[in-house]
């Protein structure tokens, strides 16, 4: 039996899949810090962090704000072409969310907050246009471990 926090992610990660699998991306839960992105870019989910619920008593109930985290990553020589590719995937990040705020009943609400680009430079390579999405899934639970 899953727990609701593996749950909701795991919804995130499928309707990202879903939602993304049309582009020519790398579209990966957990994975290490990537070496080599594909040339349409890479998206990484983050478990993130479930943070401190709130409780009601009767019934007893935990609510969390689970911030989860999107690293999106695009990589190329042209710095117009890099910003078109990210710009894009942020933006088919935030559809696939919008479009299904409840992620299949998975949580109450899904919510995504602005992201913060920044460029990292690579050593002989193409430089890497990145920024950390998070993504607040609201959702309740009767007990913090299930």
Known sequence: MATKRETALAA???ALQLGLGGLAIGIERGAPVPTEISADGLVILRDGQPGEPEVTMSPLAYHYEHRAEIEIYAQDADDDARATAFDDLVAAVGA??????????AVLWAEAEAP????LPVTGGAAIKAATIAVVLHYSTSDPLV
Do not use: K
């Open 96 to 105: 696939v969310i919008a479009a299904n705020r409840t992620l299949g009943g």
């Open 12 to 14: 995130l990660h499928a």
């Open 116 to 119: 913060e680009p920044q460029d």
